[in-house]
């Protein structure tokens, strides 16, 4: 099954941008629906986009127009480039790989955004 190391969290300015990426290993990472979802602070985790193996994206509404998922299935690594940060943005984002009885997850990367 696939294993997940999430990377490029950070702190940024609010109106800033970073790019996180996933990167799996030891799976057919093309067959799987992949992920991201956050957890705020003293919050559960949500989803913020996800990509189907056909490269249907889907995004949480407040993300929309500003995070971009995408997918490399050759080298085997999800991004997520997020623009125009938001202080409310700020939470530890995980990466998430779905198929069949397969729910997994990284151990993910913190995200401040803060002046």
């Known amino acids: 099954q696939v294993q997940l190391v999430e990377s490029g969290g950070g702190l940024v300015q609010p109106g800033g941008s970073l790019r996180l990426s996933c990167a799996a290993s030891?799976?057919?990472?093309?067959?799987?629906?992949m992920g991201w979802y956050r957890q705020p602070p003293g919050k559960q985790r949500d989803v913020v986009a996800t990509?189907?193996?056909?490269?249907?994206?889907d995004y949480e509404d407040s993300v929309k127009g500003r995070f971009t998922i995408s997918r490399d299935n050759a080298k085997n690594i999800m991004y997520l480039q997020m623009n125009s940060l938001k202080p409310e943005d700020t939470a530890v984002y995980y990466c998430?790989?779905?198929?069949?009885?397969?729910?997994?997850w990284g151990r993910g990367t913190q995200v401040t955004v803060s002046s």
């Open positions: 030891g799976g057919i990472f093309s067959m799987y629906v």
């Open positions: 998430n790989a779905q198929r069949l009885q397969y729910n997994l």
């Open positions: 990509m189907t193996p056909n490269g249907r994206m």
